[in-house]
């Protein structure tokens, strides 16, 4: 009867013990477990998070921060960056949170004056890579692109017969509302992921970032219970004290983020290590992982 | 700066259109949107969930509605009828909510007794498929398995090397927490996943069936702070006010749920609908479905 005890055991996260590797990434230590890994990181493993591409976004619950990542989205960064320093987002709400889907704020009077930003912006779907560009695929097959894996700490695919690259709806990726017509978005309306990753919304919606710090601030909210799970009143809605850039606010308003470099030999041990799962616990390794399962780890430096 | 209105538009789940469809499924009709294609189902494309399978565990929220699913996992099904019907569950509580992977209820003190069940039963973490019987497969390619699709109204997957097959952990699916010992659980603990589809779970941990409703009532609970997400503290606890069967409860307090045969034409159509999303708002159909993406419509009949 003693049942809970074990409860610590079970579906546990971490910890886990590698015992075979198959190409192309290099095999991870045996018995190494992600801590171990992580432990055994090098400084030079771990990338600052720019304070210019890094966001706080204020509910009265906490504080949601996000990484925008300008090589993928550079317009709709730049317009988001601009509507942030201009006060836009300060007092808009949470409109919609939607099961298994996306939460989305923006502004429900459609009062508020964009300033010098841009309403809509040519569409930012998918773009030429180079070669010479950072990308650590993933070895397993993929449902929905060629390719998939990592670029700049983001997840993403490529098409070798296009030469593309986009990003991934995985859990926690943020991205820019449009109306039908492709262009029509410019990020005044944006959403994070808080579901199955929708990657049927891939080339279809410009990403901008990723939550790193605060979704579960998001994705535990009421859902809303009108259709797409917009709230019905006002009153449901979920406000957004302020939205401010991180190089905006005062040093000791700031959380110094490190982010692990996912072209480092530590995070090819990581994939290795999720992708064979062989401990105490996991009785069949899954010898496979998809793009959005792969943890990105995120430290706060200023903490230590 | 009319911004909200196209909201309604954008990220639409349905109303797509269909432009195109690869073997093997048939082609749909075209122009059909989801809604048309259940509109135009027949009665006998859908199945009454048997109320022998359909458990009702009454939060103070409301009542989320779980089909189990005996023929993977008729031993755990079997053991937690027994507990539910010896009132184990009534009184205990979720004491813990990991974000983006799962809610998990048991009893948090550790005295219940389970009665006339079992603690712990052998793990039917998978099963040999018969050749007859029903299985939809996809036609895409799944990162974890070789094959995916539907089996009775449940996501599926099947290794025809092996000739096993096995339930998968989607969003909503409901497993059994066991110990280190593969054999260690026997339905005293559950969990259901609230976040993208942890798959290295597949073949580690009996499935044992669904959230059909409600499941929303667990999703947006508070995150737990310890690790795994167990709740802190006893008050931090949802409690379970019951759980019973349908087929024990009062007709007048029962809902008629019916589900859509996922081996009929009209899921056929439903899964080129989802693959092949051309519509106003699409612009770049992913023509490919992963098993967790597929929605399984559940309709409450009494409501008509």
Chains 1, 2 share one sequence.
């Not at 296009?162 to 991205?175: I, P």
């Amino acid at each position: 009867m003693a049942r809970l005890a074990p409860l610590i055991a079970l579906l546990i996260l971490a910890a886990p013990q590698v015992v075979a590797a198959p190409p192309p990434p290099p095999p991870p230590p045996p018995e190494a477990s992600m801590a171990d890994i992580l432990a055994a990181s090098a400084p030079s493993d771990w990338r600052m998070l720019d304070p210019e591409n890094t966001v706080y976004m204020q509910l009265p619950s906490g504080r949601v921060i996000i990484e925008l990542e300008p090589r993928f989205a550079p317009r709709h960064v730049a317009n988001i960056k601009t509507l942030i320093r201009e006060g836009y987002f300060n007092g808009l709400a949470i409109v919609r949170v939607q099961d298994d889907y996306v939460v989305q704020w923006a502004d429900p009077d459609e009062k508020r004056s964009v300033g010098t930003a841009a309403v809509a912006l040519k569409a930012e779907f998918d773009r030429l890579f180079e070669r010479s560009e950072p990308f650590t695929p993933l070895p397993d097959p993929d449902t929905y692109a060629p390719s998939t894996g990592f670029a700049d700490g983001f997840p993403a695919a490529r098409d070798p017969a296009t030469g593309k690259t986009w990003l991934t709806h995985c859990y926690g990726m943020v991205g820019v509302g449009r109306d039908n017509d492709a262009d029509s978005g410019g990020g005044t309306e944006l959403y994070a992921v808080i579901g199955h990753a929708p990657r049927q919304l891939d080339r279809n919606v410009t990403l901008v970032g990723r939550v790193v710090r605060g979704i579960e601030l998001m994705s535990s909210l009421p859902r809303g219970t009108e259709a797409l799970g917009f709230y019905k009143t006002a009153a449901e809605r979920t406000p957004i004290v302020s939205v401010k850039l991180a190089a905006d606010v005062a040093a000791a308003d700031r959380v110094s983020l490190v982010a692990l470099r996912t072209d480092s030999a530590t995070f090819q041990k990581l994939i290795q290590n999720r992708r064979f799962r062989k401990d105490d616990w996991y009785k069949t390794p899954a010898g496979h992982i998809d793009v959005c399962n792969m943890p990105l780890p995120v430290r706060d430096f200023s903490a230590k």
